[in-house]
């Protein structure tokens, strides 16, 4: 699909979602220390858009903090974590400085490789950035010293640029430029960069597969599940398509005089949100390609039943925050789901994993 300028909007979602991610940590919702290195215009977001950050951002992070440390994986390095369509995330930064560790479990060194997959217009750009910034690289470069493969390895050159900036890898983060919906093709380059089907396994996709043919999405989580021996999905995306939902997104585009990105995101197509337009359905989108158990949450729920007490007292003095309504609307078209299928540890993975509380 080269040069489709329906696919040049999708790609410059990631740039909002990256400024909106920046303005969030800005005003104090949440701390990434890394996000600043990925957005050349800092802008900030309406308060709504703020608060759906950083829900989504704790939710995300509840599930990856719990899979990285579920005791019977947390004892061996051998896990990985795949993100579809990554965009600029800084989840990977985030785990090897330690900033997601939990009072119980540390976390640098928790798993084995890390890959990370967008188009390869996106990835030219964040290995570029990668290459650019000292403080990125320190942690590309930084190896658990109790891991014996790694030591290993320590003869390979430690960051390597290949495929024209299209891939950059070190020796446990692979940022890999690929089409999803060509997903053979993916598959090979994860394999290349040592995806291992038998290892636990985390995916992650974030705003992403809604922008896919609900054919090309549902064949990508069937694969999963048949290939991986032990594996995990969190997504998050857009639900419940109505009238709402399009209001309020152009009023707060237009009162935030966000022009650009209200033209963008007219021109496109939420292609699967008509699919699985309900918390029910982006549940049996998992168990009907044979997934053992899946769950769904919207963010409004998150937001009042999940999130600690405090720290919604916390955020809501931030910011002045009067449009509730707004935020009620809102809040019930994003969704957070997660799945499991596992060989080997269903009982850990049915106990451990859950939005019980933001952790
Ligand atoms: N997950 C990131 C985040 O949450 O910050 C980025 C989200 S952004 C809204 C959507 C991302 O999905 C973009 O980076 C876009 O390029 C990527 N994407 C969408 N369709 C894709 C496809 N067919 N192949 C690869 N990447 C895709």
């Known amino acids: 699909y080269p040069n489709d300028p329906a696919d040049q909007a999708i790609q410059l979602t990631n740039d909002d979602a990256t400024v ?127 891991n014996d493969d790694d030591n290993d390895n320590q003869q390979q050159p430690d960051i390597r640029l290949e495929k024209g900036g299209t891939e950059l890898s070190s020796h446990d983060y692979h940022l890999i430029g690929g089409d999803l919906r060509q997903w053979d093709q993916v598959v090979e ?46 997504l998050y995306e857009q639900i419940r398509p109505d009238d709402n939902f399009g209001k309020i997104m152009i009023r707060n585009l237009q009162v935030t005089k966000l022009y650009t990105m209200w033209e963008r995101m007219r021109n496109i197509e939420l292609k699967g949100i008509h699919d699985f337009p309900s918390l029910a359905h982006q549940e049996r989108r998992f168990l009907d390609v044979g997934w053992d158990n899946a769950m769904a949450l919207d963010i409004n729920t998150i937001h009042n039943s999940v999130l600690d007490q405090q720290e919604r007292s916390r955020i809501a003095k931030l910011e002045i925050f009067d449009e509730m309504e707004e935020w009620h609307l809102l809040s019930e078209h994003y969704c957070v789901a997660w799945a499991y299928k596992s060989n080997h540890y269903e009982e850990f993975f049915a106990k451990h994993l859950g939005l019980k509380t933001l952790v």
Request: hydrophobic share 40%; glycine share 4%.
């Open 189 to 234: 380059r994860l394999f290349a960069h040592g995806l291992d089907p038998q290892v636990p396994t985390l995916f992650l996709s974030e705003c992403v597969l809604i922008y896919l043919p609900p054919d090309s999405a549902t064949g990508i989580l069937d694969w999963i599940q048949t290939t991986m021996s032990d594996c995990v999905f969190a």
């Open 20 to 146: 909106s991610r920046l303005s969030a940590v800005q005003l104090g919702y949440f701390d990434d220390p890394f996000v600043k290195y990925f957005v050349k215009r800092p802008t900030r977001r309406m308060p709504i858009i703020n608060r759906g950050s950083y829900i989504r951002s704790r939710a995300l992070d509840t599930l990856v903090q719990q899979f990285l440390s579920i005791p019977c994986l947390s004892a061996s390095k051998k896990k990985q974590i795949v993100n579809l369509g990554s965009g600029f995330d800084t989840r990977y930064f985030m785990i090897k400085s330690g900033a997601l560790n939990t009072k119980t479990s540390r976390l640098e060194s928790s798993f084995s490789n890390y890959f990370e997959v967008d188009f390869p217009e996106n990835v030219v750009k964040k290995a570029r950035i990668i290459k650019q910034r000292k403080e990125l690289q320190v942690i590309l470069q930084q190896r658990s010293s109790d």
